[in-house]
């Protein structure tokens, strides 16, 4: 897909009482969207040589430039807005320790949990703005999202092939549970881009994604166990 092309030039769109809603929101997640992710692709090289699948690590890298290129379109409209980019946050230390801390599956695992949290929070922080560009970089980066878990479910299908099904479920509950606390971090930070939805809403939609990705990545599992391709048409209810 064709990158969207986003202006640096400045030509504010935002009005007084937007620019107090999203400006804090935003530079996180255009600080959380840009990781370089280099400790996740020197494990993905080290579980493709182990199984042999030279394609892995290279998969890996060109999710990391699509997640990369969403920090730049943020990026670029926060520079035409006068917003300033920042280096750091606490949120986001948090989770680049938990991944360098973490092996392939709990990195992959980290990652999914961000990805759920983003489909529920673009389509809020579209629906906060009038702002035409800002809109649309919310959708376009919905349209990635959508197969980005489709991918991931994949990926993590891929790792975890092996564990028993008692492992498996156990770990599906912790990755709930982690979830759930994501989903308390990110509206106590987020509140005002969630003005319009509530939360409740917004808890129930991040449940949904997740119940309807878990579905996803069991059938990935069960397709590879009889060398079918599952179908992927669930997911395609993420809607931009």
Not at 158 to 184: D, M, Y
Request: glycine share 4%.
């Amino acid at each position: 897909m064709t990158a969207l092309h986003v202006s640096r030039c400045n030509a504010p769109q935002l009005t007084a009482k937007e620019l107090a809603a999203v400006t804090k929101s935003i530079q996180q997640f255009q600080l959380g969207e840009g990781s370089k992710g280099q400790r996740l692709l020197d494990r993905g090289k080290a579980f493709g040589n182990k199984v042999n699948d030279p394609c892995f690590v290279g998969a890996l890298e060109l999710f990391i430039k699509e997640e990369q290129q969403h920090s730049k379109y943020l990026a670029h409209f926060m520079q035409s807005q006068n917003i300033p980019l920042i280096a750091h946050h606490w949120v986001d230390t948090i989770f680049r320790k938990l991944r360098g801390l973490a092996g392939l599956e709990l990195s992959l695992t980290i990652l999914v949990t961000a990805e759920l949290i983003a489909v529920p929070y673009y389509r809020a922080l579209r629906e906060a703005t009038d702002s035409l560009t800002l809109r649309n970089i919310c959708t376009r980066i919905l349209e990635d999202e959508t197969a980005h878990l489709r991918f991931q479910a994949s990926m993590l299908a891929r790792v975890a092939s092996n564990r028993q099904p008692v492992w498996k479920r156990a770990i599906s509950e912790l990755h709930c549970l982690f979830l759930f606390g994501t989903i308390l971090v990110v509206w106590a930070g987020h509140r005002s881009v969630f003005e319009r939805v509530g939360f409740r809403q917004f808890l129930e939609d991040t449940l949904r994604e997740f119940r309807e990705w878990e579905i996803l990545r069991m059938a990935t599992v069960a397709g590879a166990s009889t060398h079918r391709q599952p179908s992927l048409n669930r997911f395609e209810r993420v809607k931009p």
